[in-house]
């Protein structure tokens, strides 16, 4: 019970729709502190709208989010200050200056104590007094990027952060993410479609289609599973896929005894080959 209180995300049966249409659906997860979860899924599938409530701008139909023990809709100031959020786009503010924006946020921050890790806005390389207004796409996401994490939050949220970078940029954004979190046991959920970048990054992932989670594994089921990743071509048949393990142990998904005999589809052993797999 004490662990369960001290988690820093715990969702319990989520449920959220936008004008009686249900996006998500009965969604149970918890972070445990300083992992490094996974949100893949489909577009629409609903990971920005899982985010949202996440971080209390969205207000669940059903269900329980809680950051630290507390409602996400009611988070005290000093758990707001643990948070960074990178979201997709960074809109609005273009009459700032960067230096202007970073001075203006770092002087409304709740804990005021906390000293500022440069390596971010190294990492960026952005001139201080570049107009917001004529940043390029990937210019201003890595200005939301140094907004989000140059104080050192506990917990960091990152909806697609690296979709507009370039691969260098994308390349040592990741890297410098790894080492922050090994170095601070920060806990961190990123959703991306870069499943490459995940599979560099993340040890835990949570496959979201359709506004349901239809599978979180860690690194180490997704190493067993990968050695023979099996699919069944049949649609009437819905989701199934099979994983076989060298030690001949089976990881299964939706299978079921109507599968029996069926030829199977081999796929290559990756997180693309399940990721497709178990969303088509
Ligand atoms: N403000 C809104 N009003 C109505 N419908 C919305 C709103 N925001 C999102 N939706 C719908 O909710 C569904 C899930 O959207 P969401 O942005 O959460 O998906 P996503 O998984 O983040 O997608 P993507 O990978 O494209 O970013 C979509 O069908 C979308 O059209």
Known sequence: MVAAMTLPVDINQLSKGYDRKPVLENISLALPQGSITALLGPNGAGKTTLLGCLLGLLVPDKGRVSLWGESAGDLSALSRSRIGFVPQTLTG???FRVGELLDYFAAYRDNPEAAEDKRWADWAGL????????LSGG???RLAIVLALRFSPDLLILDEPVA???PQARHDFIAL????ARQRGATILLSSHILSDLERLCSRFVILSRG???TAFEDEDLQRSIRHLAHAPDAALGLSIMAQAADGSVWVKGWTPAHEGLSLERLPGDLESLFLALTR
């Open 177 to 180: 993410l790894h080492e922050t």
């Open 127 to 134: 001139d201080r007094k570049s107009r917001i207004s004529a």
């Open 93 to 95: 503010l273009t009459w």
């Open 212 to 214: 349901r989670i239809v």
């Open 139 to 141: 210019e201003r996401q």
């Open 164 to 166: 507009s970078l370039d």
